[in-house]
């Protein structure tokens, strides 16, 4: 653990202005550092400079670690990519990649890359998850792979069946590893010096907290130069080489562009936590931590609020989860209040010294990384200041400030959709994320910024009143903790504001005194979980008595969030748009005069 504090971040050196418009500009006084081209030119450093190290691991069907090393992997993706071009395929062929985090899902990622083929991981809720393969089809027609991947044949079979019409070349494990020994020729280092900051590196579809999946185009220019900025703002990533204990999936920005880049680029090791903050696959995450102790430890609010129980029960995992950490970073989505709480004290228990907390603020597209509290601080919410190299611009919109970003780690725009790209970048050619943030102090808007929501998920009462939908998500689901996981809130066009609780089954046994496989609905009607919403919700309604946050009723959802249907993204975060679309019947209950028994009356 390093044990001076200050020293985990760059000090910030920001500029502000406050524009004859009313909006502000920031930017960070410390330029961007130099950074390499191409993600490829980083793993051709790292087989240099540390060829022995490991790079990746995964469970082998032993229950061991398998591992790769920065040399393997540069070996084996340099064969890739010959075996990819002896198939002749051209610079610029899209693959799509129908797999869960693996070493060969590495190992063709960097393959691909190095034969200049752009790489689209695809979201598992989209291959797996899915009946009728909607948003897998929406992403094959617009991304019209050359090459698709799947990694088990016969668990992704019905979603390749559904992408049977377009042709593409399928490649398996088995074909993977054969292209892994393919001899090299001149022609993969002819491909690599063609390559340039501009080369699309990957497409990301976006999981849509508001609305349908975008293909973001993603180049190298803005992968690395992403990664200069984290490396400038947390220097204690050139002290040691960190190590990650990681489930976030590669098709999402966090987990495949911040998480695995930055072990990539950091000359770290990542080693793939093939559990997931659900039931039934945390386990599998508390079983690697037992294991493995991360120097630098990135997860969802919903991550950390599915793993608190158990290193809060385990003293033992509890110690080893906090021994080496420098940091504890969280994205996504907006941490409780009461978390972070609980965190600090799982974290002073096991070192005897709270344990830093941080976030970030950033988008697909823009890779992800643009505004952090690179300093120490001791409450959730503060999203921070814009890192080196960003120039952020904060404009009034809807009664709010929203957020527009400008830097080398901007995406040029949305796959074959001009106008989208064009809706998506105002007149000065700053992104338009949709955001709202509020200034901390804005007297000095140096001091930081805040997250106010997103703008899409505002809405006003029937009185005309504005809603922030975001920071009261956040303030509901403190109010109902521990039964509440998350909330999404109603009230467009209605006299009153309720929520749809989306419970912590796990919480709601242990407070009905019931065994957790007992079905939802016997734990949602217990009277004890009910009382901690009714008297939490009355607790924040007498602080916060306002219309446009005071809470009158609130229900409890039996049937979890389904992401087939777009009501969660891969990060965990809700769609709240999707929720109060397909619920509409449990919205209108909310509303029913009288209620029904089933609807809590605050």
């Not at 960097?110 to 393969?133: E, I, M, N, R």
């Not at 106008?419 to 050619?429: K, L, M, Q």
């Amino acid at each position: 653990m390093n044990e001076n504090r200050l020293d985990l971040f760059l000090a910030p050196d920001i500029a502000g202005e406050e524009r004859a418009d009313g909006s502000f500009r920031l930017w960070s006084r410390t330029p961007l550092g130099a950074y390499p081209p191409t993600l490829c030119h980083h793993l051709e450093q790292q087989a240099v400079d540390c060829p022995d190290r490991v790079f990746l691991a995964e469970r082998d069907g032993a229950g061991g670690w398998l591992r790769l090393t920065f040399a393997d992997m540069q070996q084996r993706a340099r064969c890739v990519a010959q075996g990819l071009i002896a198939r002749r395929l051209e610079v610029g062929d899209p693959v799509l990649i129908l797999s869960e985090n693996a070493i060969q899902h590495a190992v063709l990622q960097f393959g691909a890359l190095y034969a200049g083929l752009p790489v689209c991981p695809v979201s598992t809720a989209y291959a797996l998850g899915s009946t009728d393969f909607r948003r897998l089809r929406v992403v094959a027609a617009r991304i019209q792979p050359s090459v698709i991947y799947v990694s088990d044949p016969v668990r992704y079979g019905p979603a390749l069946r559904a992408l049977a019409d377009h042709g593409a070349l399928v490649l398996t494990p088995g074909d993977l590893d054969a292209l892994a020994m393919t001899p090299m020729t001149g022609e993969v280092e002819v491909r690599l010096a063609a390559l340039g900051p501009d080369t699309v590196a990957k497409v990301l579809f976006t999981s849509g907290s508001t609305g349908g999946p975008k293909g973001v185009v993603n180049t190298h220019r803005m992968l690395c130069a992403n990664q200069q900025m984290l490396a400038q703002i947390w220097p204690f990533l050139t002290r040691r080489p960190p190590v990650l204990v990681d489930w976030m999936p590669w098709s999402h920005t966090f987990g495949g562009n911040h998480n695995l880049n930055l072990a990539l680029a950091r000359g770290g090791t990542l080693y793939i936590d093939d559990g997931k903050p659900v039931p039934g696959g945390i386990e599998r995450t508390v079983a690697n931590l037992r294991e493995v102790s991360p120097t630098l430890y990135l997860n969802v609010p919903r991550g950390y609020d599915m793993l608190l129980p158990h290193l809060e029960a385990d003293a033992g995992l509890r110690d080893r989860f906090f021994a080496e950490l420098d940091l504890l970073f969280y994205g996504g989505a907006g941490l409780p209040q009461s978390l972070w709480s609980r965190i600090e004290a799982a974290g002073m228990a096991a070192t005897g010294r709270k344990p830093i907390l941080t976030t970030g603020y950033g988008t697909t597209e823009t890779a992800p990384l643009a505004v952090s509290p690179h300093f120490p601080v001791d409450r959730a919410g503060m999203i921070g200041v814009p890192v080196p190299g960003t120039e952020i611009v904060l404009r009034p919109e809807a009664g709010k400030l929203s957020i527009g970003m400008r830097g080398p780690h901007i995406t040029p725009g949305y796959l074959h959709d001009p106008e989208r790209t064009a809706e998506a970048f105002d007149a000065e050619g700053f992104y338009r994320s949709g955001d709202a943030v509020r200034l901390v102090d804005p007297a000095r808007p140096q001091a930081g910024i805040v997250f106010d929501g997103r703008l899409a998920e505002d809405f006003k009462l029937l009185t005309g009143t504005w809603v922030a939908a975001g920071a009261l998500r956040v303030a509901a689901v403190a109010a109902c903790a521990p039964v509440a996981q998350d909330v999404v809130v109603a009230g467009h066009d209605r006299d009153f504001l309720a929520i749809l609780v989306i419970p912590n089954l796990g919480e709601c046994a242990r407070i009905a005194g019931l065994p957790a496989t007992s079905e939802p609905s016997a734990l949602l009607a217990s009277q004890s979980v009910r009382e901690i919403v009714r008297r939490g919700l009355a607790a924040h309604n007498a602080a916060n008595p306002a219309s446009s946050t005071a809470i009158t009723r609130a229900l409890l959802l039996a049937e979890p969030p389904d992401a087939d249907a777009g009501e969660i993204t891969d990060k965990g975060y809700i769609n709240q748009r999707a929720v109060l679309e397909r619920r509409a019947a449990l919205v209108e209950a909310l509303y029913a005069q009288p209620p029904d028994d089933d609807v809590i009356v605050i």
